[in-house]
């Protein structure tokens, strides 16, 4: 009796695979839609970053590099082949200067060529 309704619990699933829409998307060759909340490209806000680096220190995979040359001269670098889009940047910012987007980003077997300058602030500059 139990191998019936096992048989007849899959003929039944089958039957339903069968005439139902199928649940994926058609991208590429439809618009892609990304659900709310989706993580993207790390960006930032310029205005609010002051180079404190507590983004860099908790960022999980090293996808974060500051490079100081003093308090007023620094450069903030993204290596989204390492990123974990995580969003613990975010929560550690508080100034909120970094946060993502829902862009997506994109595949290349160049990882080097995705490296992506957040902030280079020189002295002087505000």
Same mark, same amino acid.
């Given at each position: *009796?139990?191998? *019936?309704?096992?048989?007849?619990?899959?003929?039944?699933?089958?039957?339903?695979?069968?005439?139902?829409? #199928?649940?994926?998307?058609?991208? #590429?060759?439809?618009?892609?839609? +990304?659900?709310?909340?989706?993580?993207?490209? %790390?960006?930032?806000?310029?205005?609010?970053?002051?180079?404190?680096?507590?983004?860099?220190?908790?960022? #999980?995979?090293?996808?974060?590099?500051? &490079?100081?040359?003093?308090?007023? &001269?620094? !450069?903030?670098?993204?290596?989204?082949?390492?990123?974990?889009?995580?969003?613990?940047?975010?929560?550690?910012?508080?100034?909120?200067?970094?946060?993502?987007?829902?862009?997506?980003?994109?595949?290349?077997?160049? #990882?080097?060529?995705? %490296?992506?300058? +957040?902030?280079? !602030?020189?002295?002087? &500059?505000?």
């Amino acid at each position: *009796m139990k191998a *019936m309704r096992k048989r007849h619990s899959l003929l039944d699933a089958i039957i339903d695979a069968v005439f139902s829409r #199928p649940d994926t998307v058609a991208y #590429p060759f439809g618009e892609l839609q +990304l659900p709310e909340g989706y993580r993207g490209a %790390i960006v930032i806000n310029p205005e609010n970053c002051t180079g404190c680096g507590l983004c860099v220190r908790d960022c #999980p995979t090293g996808a974060l590099k500051l &490079e100081k040359k003093s308090r007023d &001269e620094f !450069k903030l670098i993204h290596y989204p082949a390492r990123c974990a889009y995580c969003s613990q940047c975010e929560s550690s910012c508080v100034r909120g200067a970094i946060g993502h987007s829902n862009a997506l980003v994109g595949a290349t077997d160049r #990882p080097r060529e995705l %490296i992506v300058v +957040l902030k280079d !602030k020189k002295e002087g &500059e505000d």
